[in-house]
């Protein structure tokens, strides 16, 4: 038996994969649905690396594992990013300014520059964030992750930063989405679904996506990268959450239903 058929866990391969296409669905065809994918997309996949996260690990695995899986690859795709920037719009970007700012925007996590001058780390910014939850995970516990949440959503809200396009200041408005993922492990009762629910659980699927899609519609999209939550910051945690849910319940019924042979598993690690 492999390590991918010991370890990995079916549904949580579905929730991502679905929560990918939602991603890639909401860029490509924009508009009439943006409000509804955007408002769970980027957020799932916070609660999935929280739901997925590992505590007790001592210090020095735990750093190794964050620079092989996240820094390396941060800083690859950034530089490589920079690279063909420069070599395809080297009027624009091939000067002293433009060069040190697309440099300095790496270290700091800097989504964008308002006046375009310089390369930001554009979507990469999601790996900043994730970085940084998850050293600060590692530092602590629970409680203080339930807690720095709480108070990162009163922070934004009080202050409005919206518009900041800053991996560091996103990790306010995406810790709590983590830290429910980590709450949900801890109490992780799942139980397997039965074959004469699937039904039920269809409708309820269906409940929960037409009342995502009217709230969603009320808050408008949250882009998470600029600190923007749409019309309301507790609006839009709401909103993440019913999405969470709605795939959770649909990743179990693909589990269900297709399961988790070795087929798939072949496919999975031919993807990986």
């Known amino acids: 038996m492999t390590i991918l058929q010991k370890k990995r866990i079916i549904w949580i391969d579905w929730f991502k994969s679905i929560a990918m296409l939602s991603i890639i669905w909401g860029h490509m065809f924009p508009y009439y649905f943006t409000d509804f994918l955007y408002s769970f997309s980027v957020p799932a996949f916070f609660w999935a690396s929280g739901y997925l996260s590992k505590k007790g690990e001592d210090n020095q695995v735990f750093y190794k594992n964050l620079w092989k899986n996240l820094c390396v690859p941060y800083l690859m795709i950034c530089f490589i990013n920079l690279i063909l920037c420069i070599l395809i719009f080297h009027r624009h970007y091939f000067t002293i300014y433009g060069i040190v700012n697309s440099l300095v925007a790496i270290p700091l996590g800097i989504q964008s520059y308002v006046d375009n001058s310089a390369v930001g780390v554009g979507p990469m910014w999601f790996v900043y964030t994730l970085i940084l939850i998850k050293i600060i995970h590692h530092l602590t516990n629970r409680t203080f992750l339930i807690w720095a949440s709480v108070i990162s959503l009163l922070v934004v809200w009080l202050f409005n930063f919206?518009?900041?396009?800053?991996?560091?200041?996103?990790?306010?408005?995406?810790?709590?989405?983590?830290?429910?993922?980590?709450?949900?492990?801890?109490?992780?009762?799942?139980?397997?679904?039965?074959?004469?629910?699937?039904?039920?659980?269809?409708?309820?699927?269906?409940?929960?996506?037409i009342a995502l899609y009217i709230l969603s519609s009320v808050n408008h999209a949250p882009y998470l990268y600029k600190l923007g939550y749409g019309e309301n910051v507790f609006l839009m945690v709401l909103n993440a959450i019913v999405g969470i849910v709605i795939l959770y319940l649909v990743s179990n019924i693909m589990e269900k239903i297709i399961g988790g042979g070795n087929s798939y598993r072949r496919l999975v690690q031919a993807w990986l």
Do not use: D, H, M, R
């Open 162 to 209: 919206n518009g900041l396009a800053l991996a560091l200041t996103s990790t306010l408005i995406c810790l709590p989405f983590y830290t429910i993922g980590v709450c949900c492990q801890a109490f992780n009762n799942k139980q397997s679904l039965k074959s004469n629910a699937i039904s039920l659980i269809i409708i309820i699927i269906g409940i929960l996506s």
